[in-house]
């Protein structure tokens, strides 16, 4: 039997099932360094190309990134995890993105320019349709990519009031609130045309957000009023040094816990960049690369950054150097096709 006071950690991992991927990874991560193991996988819905945990860790949520988008929860177990019903329509298609808010789960669905509410019931299953879907409108200058409306990342802002959308079609992140069983937009901040943003990652605890922008490789870093729910856009940063050699697309964004560093994911130059947070500015402090080819999707968590490496199908893991914040690699799994990891502690059991 569990000490069920001496929980361990987990890694789950989401792929895309129609590349050649298992669905969805569980790995266990050696304390002290971080390490990955692989327990076992489940592929019972097609393409889990983005996961969220409750807060207690013990149940799972997945998108299924297709033209007919659901989302699922699952009952995480000790190396696999089981179906808690069946999956759920989102009422839109190509879900990238989910996030839980105010007793919901939200998706953004990048095919139809949509976001989705699905309420949670009280022991973490789905009900069976969504509260709310809120269409996007606007388009962008880029060709093809900003012809209409795509969010690629939903999620809550800190203290929970809000929670904001960030649409790569549109040039532009909603926030929005939630109003008794369903969603309300608050407001839309405008960014730079063409710029393409796809991923937002709040400092801690300073009043800052840093937007990833896809199409021009940068980060654009806005003030954020948590008291009127609202972006100002301050700065652009590029993410690389130079010029890129070719293709150049920023993928994911983390702020370290300390609130000292950004590192962000850029595919096709397959390397990682690492910021230090000045202030309103952010200042780039070196480029590794990512061990891999074309990394989808980063997360950080007890002092190592692990990247889910789509198209060379692997997890590579770093260290990082507290001091300079630089990762440092340390090793990798197979993972065919891998879209995205998450972090948390391994499931409470008796």
Same mark, same amino acid.
């Given at each position: ?10 890694a ?30 489940v592929a ?23 033209a +007919? ?10 190396d ?14 190509g ?6 808010f ?15 509410a699905?309420p ?18 606007g ?19 800190p ?11 549109t ?15 608050h407001? +839309? ?38 008291d ?20 150049a ?5 983390v ?16 390397v990682?960049?690492t910021?230090?947070?000045e202030? +309103? ?10 061990a ?7 997360t950080?968590?007890e ?19 507290p ?6 690699? +340390?090793?990798?799994?197979?993972v ?10 391994e499931?409470?059991?008796?």
């Amino acid at each position: 039997m569990a000490d069920a006071g001496r929980r361990g950690t987990r890694a789950y991992i989401g792929s895309f099932t129609a590349a050649g991927g298992r669905g969805i990874t569980t790995a266990s991560v050696a304390p002290g360094s971080g390490a990955l193991t692989v327990l076992g996988s489940v592929a019972d819905v097609p393409d889990p190309a983005y996961l969220a945990l409750s807060p207690d860790g013990d149940t799972l949520y997945a998108v299924s990134e297709t033209a +007919e988008g659901t989302v699922a929860a699952y009952r995480v177990g000790a190396d696999t995890s089981e179906l808690a019903g069946p999956p759920v329509p989102v009422g839109g298609s190509g879900p990238v993105h989910l996030s839980l808010f105010d007793g919901h789960i939200l998706t953004a669905n990048y095919g139809s320019g949509s976001v989705t509410a699905v309420p949670v019931r009280p022991d973490g299953t789905l009900t069976d349709a969504p509260s709310a879907v809120l269409r996007h409108t606007g388009s962008g200058p880029h060709t093809p990519r900003q012809l209409g409306p795509h969010p690629h990342q939903v999620l809550p802002a800190p203290g929970g009031r809000w929670a904001v959308g960030v649409d790569l079609g549109t040039d532009s992140v909603r926030v929005y609130t939630s109003a008794g069983n369903t969603l309300e937009v608050h407001r +839309e901040i405008a960014l730079r045309p063409g710029s393409g943003p796809r991923h937002l990652a709040f400092h801690p605890f300073a009043p800052y957000a840093y937007v990833l922008n896809e199409l021009t490789p940068t980060v654009t870093v806005c003030h954020w009023d948590a008291d009127d729910g609202t972006l100002k856009p301050l700065a652009e940063t590029p993410v690389l040094s130079g010029p890129p050699d070719g293709d150049a697309y920023p993928s994911g964004i983390v702020a370290s816990p300390d609130g000292r560093f950004v590192r962000t994911a850029i595919r096709g130059e397959d390397v990682l960049s690492t910021f230090a947070v000045e202030g +309103e500015e952010l200042r780039l402090t070196g480029t590794v690369t990512c061990a891999g080819h074309w990394p989808r999707a980063i997360t950080e968590s007890e002092g190592f950054l692990y990247v889910a490496n789509e198209r060379s199908g692997d997890v590579s893991w770093f260290a990082l150097d507290p001091d300079t914040g630089l990762p440092r690699y +340390e090793g990798s799994i197979e993972v065919p096709a891998a879209a995205c990891v998450v972090i948390g502690p391994e499931p409470a059991r008796t």
